[in-house]
């Protein structure tokens, strides 16, 4: 599921309530998914319809007739998302019901991310579609200062505030006391240092990054092992597979491929720290939950929040280069007492600066002000 559908659900889940209701509408290409949010966020009502071509664009007729026909009954539109035509149907609602517009880019007006389909997103759709939609929003909201300031925004000028999202504790899960623990599955030795890694395999996480890093590190820290959580089946990780084999650290690796429910709570659990070097990432929904299991971080500054991370003292932050993210990697990996009073930090550290309970006010005064100032006519 992507982050932009877990951070509309997370922060619509966060305001709904007496005064604030929440509607979710978007598309789908099967009903299975939709079910199981349904069933993780029963206060809010959630409608899907069909999506058809261009697919990958998520274009669907059923979903702008709705908001054309619909919109006007709400007060505010928050659209999470830029560059796909269903946030362009939504903006086109909003404008003609003379709604507010809010709009979240998810790091998709970050500089890093407008490389990808450069001249569609330049010198077309972006002047063409969204500066109109940045000109009519009544907000830009980013998650981090930095995502704020670096936005591109092919001229316009919105408004620009920034709210971290809204992370949830895990729901107290007790493990089964029979099976095998991840590191007897999956032949980790006893007294292995064990970092994860556990999100989406893109080339931006920085990945390889660490496997050159357990190169560097193998004849200092033996005891330095690497496990992999993602879909490992995919062409990047088999580069990834391909690249540990080459720098003989392949015996050091451990391709654990997709986890889910306690699998995944195991693998916080066993783990001694948390790895994400990534070259760019306007936030990072992983991290926060890594810190509610009380697992310290290894990250870099192209994480936006890292700053926010290193001053609560849970995260040693580097640069998305080899050396740098191998002197992380070794001090966090020799600095057992470190790691160990991070582990007691961490969980109070993400639930002091990403609980809904402590956000919940700062989104209701936003979206209240929101309110009380009309769109102006454009």
Known sequence: MGGSIVAALRIADTVHGDDFECTIVGTESTSDGVEVLRQEYPRLELLTLPHHFPRHSFASLPLRRWLAANVARFDLVHSH?????????????????????????HNSLDPYDLRKKRALKGYWFGPRHVRPMLEY???????????AREAETYGAN????????????????????????????????????VMLFLSRLDRKKGLELVLHALQCLAPRIPALHLAVAGDVDSAYGAELRALGKSLGVDDRVRWMG???????????DESDFFVLPSYNENFGLV?????????????????????????????RVCHP?????????????EAADWRRDARQRAPSAAARLYSPDVLRPAYLRYYDALLATPPARR
């Not at 909201?141 to 995502?147: F, K, S, W």
């Not at 895990?170 to 999956?186: E, H, I, Y």
């Not at 997709?258 to 693998?267: E, N, P, T, Y």
Request: hydrophobic share 45%; net charge positive; with cysteine.
């Open 258 to 268: 997709f986890l889910s429910g306690d699998d995944k709570a195991r693998a916080y």
């Open 137 to 147: 929003a009544s907000s830009l909201l980013c998650t981090a200062e930095r995502e």
């Open 287 to 315: 991290l926060v939950e890594a810190l509610y299991h009380g697992l310290p971080l290894v990250l870099s500054d192209q994480v936006y929040i890292a700053d926010a991370l290193a001053r609560a003292d849970v995260a």
């Open 321 to 333: 280069t080899t050396e740098s993210a191998t002197d992380a990697i070794g001090w966090a990996a």
């Open 81 to 105: 998302g830029i560059f796909n035509f269903p946030y362009l149907h939504a903006y086109r609602a909003a404008r003609r019901a003379r709604r507010p517009f809010v709009l979240s880019p």
């Open 158 to 193: 919105p408004p620009r505030h920034v709210l971290p999202l809204p992370v949830p504790a895990p729901a107290p899960r007790r493990l089964p006391n029979g099976g095998a623990s991840l590191r007897a599955r999956f032949d980790l030795p006893a007294q292995a240092i």
